[in-house]
């Protein structure tokens, strides 16, 4: 089984990349191969909505930007997927955004196979307020998508702002790593 996690922060150190290695520490335990992939600060765009993903057929989109069909092929590979987000304004990061957007708009033309039953989770890195919102968005994702959402023992975010302020974050780091226990739980469940 495979997990890959995706840093919507373009800070590659930062309290989002850091909550995700926690959950990733728990999976690795469990035996569950993992992978980070940093999302944040690439040149990636938002879907058009042309609709080409769904007369190719293949699972990819016709844009060509930096890497998101990587970014979809990965995910394709995976049992499990984390998005990561800092919180912006109440909201993902744009490059979360667009990652939901094109691999969401591709999944659906294509049948929705690319991502129904896997299982997914969120990881969200907020200053003070608004991660509600970011986490629901992920959420809100993976559950049109037909996937299965894994939780933890609080909503999956930290309140830390300067990078290593998650470590400051006693309850934080429990959610975080009963995440990581639930989630390979989970896919060992489903899978």
């Known amino acids: 089984m495979k997990v890959v996690a995706f840093n919507g922060s373009p800070r590659v150190n930062g309290n989002t990349s850091q909550s995700i290695k926690m959950v990733l520490a728990e999976l690795e335990e469990e035996g569950i191969e993992t992978e980070i992939v940093q999302l944040g600060g690439r040149k990636v765009f938002g879907c058009l909505a042309c609709g080409k993903c769904g007369e190719m057929k293949n699972n990819r989109c016709v844009r060509k930007d930096d890497e998101m069909n990587n970014f979809i092929q990965k995910i394709e590979e995976a049992d499990g997927i984390i998005i990561g987000s800092p919180t912006y304004f109440s909201n993902v990061s744009t490059e979360v ?88 739980k989970l896919l060992k469940q489903v899978r």
Do not use: H
């Open 97 to 184: 955004k667009a990652l939901i957007d094109r691999c969401g708009y591709v999944s659906k033309s294509n049948g929705g196979a690319l991502l129904r039953g896997k299982v997914g989770t969120s990881v969200v890195s907020v200053r003070r307020a608004g991660s509600t919102f970011t986490y629901s968005a992920i959420n809100f994702f993976f559950g049109i998508a037909e996937m299965v959402i894994c939780s933890s023992s609080y909503w999956n975010m930290t309140l830390s702002r300067d990078p290593g302020d998650v470590q400051n974050d006693d309850e934080g780091i429990q959610t975080f790593q009963t995440l990581g226990k639930n989630m390979a």
